[in-house]
């Protein structure tokens, strides 16, 4: 057997299936990913509606920048589950109140 069998160190390791590293690529789809989740999850509170409806525009965003650069396959899973989740927070946040307050 010529080749050496590669074992993953990184809990991530999944996002570099290519065998490269992609520091930049990796950080905007776990980024994606958060701000998708806490866009989920402050719509549970109808007041915290200014904050889902802001983070789900931002990770909306990040989310779209990051699918534009994304070189792997996990990365685009990663981007493309954030991504939903952000949208999902801010039609929630803009059904409570929007991203004013309600202001107009």
Sequence with gaps: MAQAV??????????????????????????????????????LAPGL???????GIVGIATGLWSQFVSSTTGERFMTIIGLGASAV??????AHGGPFGGLF
């Design 89 to 94: 927070g801010l039609y929630i946040g803009i």
């Design 6 to 43: 590669r074992t993953q160190h990184n809990r991530l390791a999944f996002l570099n299936s290519d065998g490269r590293s992609h520091p930049v690529e990796n950080t905007l789809a776990t980024v994606t990913l958060v701000l998708g989740a806490i866009a989920v999850f402050t719509t």
């Design 49 to 55: 509606h200014l904050v889902s409806s802001w983070v």
